[in-house]
């Protein structure tokens, strides 16, 4: 069984230009969420998506959307990058009917420059 | 205004001796709470959880202990090992996408 997997693992990128991170969720798992770790902080909910819809969202603008594809696999894009997007960027997709216990992948290191 | 809190930024435990790390939260209504691991470089690894119907939950050298009352659970580590020097962050689900929310995170280093 293959866990969570996440590319690419770094990406430097200048303001104002759009960004796309991709997740390949765990065999089984049908709800993935993306978590954005700024340095000392804790991860921080951007949102989930569940059969391929957004199933809830965290206090990020709207410049941050997401996809999810019938394999489960899922995208975070990030619109006119801000040098406070610079994160670690983590994705973690949870079992069917287990939803709460969230797996993580090794997430995206973003620089914004 | 954080809902969940780690009030230790760090804690330095010997090599065989036991690590308590700790969390307290706001409110009353959470009710399942998870503790996850991260090394450097890394992503959060799940450790053990534990349901607010228990006040103790015990997965071989990790014991969660929960206090309702006190809003509080803590994370023992028995015996300390030096690869258990990382950062552990306490967590419960929110709203209702179960989106986590976590502590800040306290570092752990597990001395010789």
């Known amino acids: 069984e293959t866990g969570v997997t996440q590319s690419p693992t770094h990406l430097i990128k200048t303001r104002g230009q759009q960004v796309t991170l991709r997740c390949s969720s765990q065999?089984?798992?049908?709800?993935v969420s993306w978590y954005q770790q700024a340095l000392g902080q804790g991860p921080q909910f951007i949102f989930q998506?569940?059969?391929?819809?957004?199933?809830g969202r965290g206090n990020f603008p709207p410049r941050f959307s997401g996809l999810q594809f019938p394999n489960y696999s899922s995208e975070l894009n990030v619109n006119a990058l801000e040098l406070d997007d610079s994160a670690l960027y983590l994705c973690a997709s949870s079992l069917v009917g287990a939803p709460d216990t969230q797996y993580f992948g090794p997430g995206t290191r973003l620089t914004v420059l | 205004d954080q809902q969940v809190k780690q009030n230790s930024p760090s804690l330095s435990v010997q090599e065989g001796r036991i690590s308590i790390l700790n969390c307290d939260y706001t409110?009353?209504?959470?009710?399942?709470f998870l503790w996850y691991k991260k090394y450097p470089a890394e992503g959060p690894t799940f450790l053990i959880s534990?349901?607010?119907?228990?006040d103790k939950n015990e997965d071989g050298r990790f014991t969660v202990f929960l206090n309702k009352s006190a809003k509080h659970l803590s994370l023992h580590i028995v015996p300390s090992q030096p690869g258990d020097s990382a950062v552990y962050f306490c967590?419960?689900?929110?709203?209702?996408?179960?989106?986590?929310?976590f502590g800040t995170g306290t570092r752990l280093q597990v001395t010789l």
């Open positions: 998506y569940y059969r391929e819809e957004e199933n």
């Open positions: 065999s089984g798992h049908n709800t």
């Open positions: 409110n009353s209504m959470f009710d399942y």
């Open positions: 534990i349901s607010s119907i228990k």
């Open positions: 967590a419960t689900p929110t709203g209702t996408a179960s989106k986590l929310t």
